[in-house]
């Protein structure tokens, strides 16, 4: 099993990335995806989950309006578009796999998590 996440990079402040998260050896709409964060420093953090058709999102609270968690089953694939960045999003971003399809109440606990992709780094300029 592998997640590979891709489109990190250098940014400035209030730019735009689309972040990607590719998957193989797991059909991925058995899962509930979703983005973390860790900035240098700092512990990995929540970020963003969508269940498995996608239907349902949470976010948390710094990235409500800027992002948007969305997935491809067909390709098997699961995207973080982020649009107004800020200093502050600088980290670097991973993706991983919930086992409930419509995640759970933990949703947030990183440790709920079965597979990871191996983190993209965000950067952004001020």
């Known amino acids: 099993v592998q997640l590979q996440a891709s489109g990190g990079g250098l940014v400035q402040t209030g730019g735009s990335l689309r972040l990607s998260c590719a998957a193989s050896?797991?059909?991925?709409?058995?899962?509930?995806m979703g983005w973390f964060r860790q900035a240098p420093g700092k512990e990995r953090e929540f970020v963003a989950v969508?269940?498995?058709?996608?239907?349902?999102?949470k976010y948390t609270d710094s990235v409500k309006g800027r992002f948007t968690i969305s997935r491809d089953n067909a390709k098997n694939a699961v995207y973080l578009q982020m649009n107004s960045l800020k200093v502050e999003d600088t980290a670097v971003y991973y993706c991983?796999?919930?086992?409930?399809?419509?995640?759970?109440?933990?949703?947030?606990?990183?440790?709920?998590?079965?597979?990871w992709g191996q983190g993209t780094l965000v950067t952004v300029s001020s």
């Open positions: 991983a796999a919930h086992p409930h399809p419509y995640y759970s109440g933990s949703y947030r606990d990183s440790g709920d998590y079965h597979y």
């Open positions: 050896g797991v059909t991925l709409s058995s899962y509930a």
């Open positions: 969508t269940s498995w058709s996608g239907t349902s999102t």
